[in-house]
C-alpha cells in the first residue's frame, strides 16, 4: 500500500546526528522530486529540504548547514542526513514525492519521529 517508508528516527542528544532514509515500496520512484517534512505536537506540517531527480537540493532556512538531502538512483533511497540537532528539530519526519517540482506533494510515507533532548 504505502510507496515509500522512512526509517532511521530515534533519540539522540542535542549537537547529536542521525540519518532518515525513505525507500520506495511497490513502484520506482527514481524519477521523482522527493522531499522531506515534518510536523511538531500543535504545529503546522513545513518543508525541511527537497531534491530534485537530478540531484539539485534546497533547504528550509532553519536546517541549513546542518542537514543534508541526497539520493541514490540505484537504491531508490532518499537521506536526509541531520547534523547538530537541537530540541527545536523534535518532530515526526515526513517523506514525499512528486512528478516534478512544478507539482503538488502526491506521495507520502508514514513518518519517522526523532525526538532531540536538550
Known amino acids: 500500500q504505502a510507496h515509500l517508508v522512512e526509517s532511521g528516527g530515534g533519540l539522540v542528544q542535542a549537537g547529536g546526528s542521525l540519518r532518515l532514509s525513505c525507500a520506495a515500496s511497490a513502484r520506482p520512484f527514481s524519477s521523482y522530486a522527493m522531499g522531506w517534512f515534518r510536523q511538531a505536537p500543535g504545529k503546522e506540517r513545513e518543508l525541511v529540504a527537497s531534491?530534485?531527480?537530478?540531484?539539485?537540493?534546497d533547504y528550509a532556512d532553519f536546517v541549513r548547514g546542518r542537514f543534508t538531502v541526497s539520493r541514490d538512483s540505484a537504491d531508490d533511497t532518499v537521506y536526509l542526513q541531520m547534523n547538530s540537532l537541537k530540541p527545536e528539530d523534535t518532530a515526526v519526519y515526513y517523506c514525499?514525492?512528486?512528478?516534478?517540482?512544478?507539482?503538488?506533494?502526491?506521495?507520502w510515507g508514514q513518518g519517522t519521529q526523532v525526538t532531540v533532548s536538550s
Open positions: 514525499a514525492a512528486r512528478v516534478s517540482p512544478y507539482d503538488s506533494w502526491t506521495y
Open positions: 531534491i530534485e531527480r537530478r540531484g539539485r537540493a
